[in-house]
């Protein structure tokens, strides 16, 4: 399957969009030539091989179509909120 990256996107929001879990950075890493670090372009499409982490979580992303991407603060510092309230309040 391939994906095309959108706004802030990092490799991490890749794999939890596509895997429904941030342990397939590595295989997203290994197969597209990027390092954890890089930036990626908005438009910039990703090749992201048929694997499965945690099959219950994929397809509730997928299923909803969740399209997570980092948010940034008002100094423009990320922020690490990949999920909504709601999401998280379904998985405690």
Do not use: H, W
């Amino acid at each position: 399957m391939k994906i095309t990256v959108e706004r802030r996107q990092t490799l991490s929001d890749i794999a939890i969009q596509v895997y429904g879990d941030v342990r397939a950075v590595g295989i997203l890493m290994v197969e597209n030539g990027v390092s954890l670090t890089d930036d990626l372009e908005p438009g910039t499409v990703l090749e992201c091989p048929e694997a499965e982490y945690d099959r219950y979580l994929q397809m509730y992303v997928v299923r909803r179509g969740i399209r997570p991407a980092t948010a940034l603060d008002p100094d423009g510092e990320i922020r690490a909120k990949v999920f909504t309230q709601e999401f998280t309040e379904e998985f405690k």
